[in-house]
């Protein structure tokens, strides 16, 4: 399964991006699916995770109330939504499908994207 994530880009502080991320492959293949973010010199975190019926969603705190992930029900497309972006959330977004492990864990997906550039100007 390939992952391609698009929509990254620069935005002013408090501005906002929707990310997308698209599977080559059926939804089965994909099954739950999440994105995660690395800053230069620092360790790959969770960002968001969404289940295969979409009905289930999981943020990190430093996310709540700012972005929304979502996907339509058994799609392989999952989005998210940053609102009210702040300089700290610059960084490569990755998506990650196929959970195999935690969800919020990077080692508990299968398959991931190249990741797209978020880049917040303050």
């Avoid at 698209?22 to 969770?46: I, L, V």
């Avoid at 996907?71 to 998506?95: F, I």
């Avoid at 919020?104 to 398959?111: A, E, I, K, M, T």
Wanted: glycine residues 14%; aromatic residues 10%.
């Amino acid at each position: 399964v390939q992952l391609q994530a698009s929509g990254g880009g620069l935005v002013q502080a408090g501005g906002s991006l929707r990310l997308s991320c698209g599977a080559s492959r059926p939804s089965s293949s994909t099954g739950d699916m999440a994105w995660f973010r690395q800053a230069p010199g620092k360790e790959r975190e969770f960002v968001a995770f969404v289940n295969l019926g979409g009905g289930t969603t999981y943020y990190a705190d430093s996310v709540k109330g700012r972005f929304t992930i979502s996907r339509e029900p058994n799609k392989n497309t999952a989005y998210l939504q940053m609102n009210n972006l702040k300089p700290e959330d610059t960084a490569v977004y990755h998506c990650a499908a196929r959970r195999i492990g935690s969800s919020n864990d990077p080692r508990g997906y299968r398959y991931w994207g190249a990741g797209t550039q978020v880049t917040v100007s303050s």
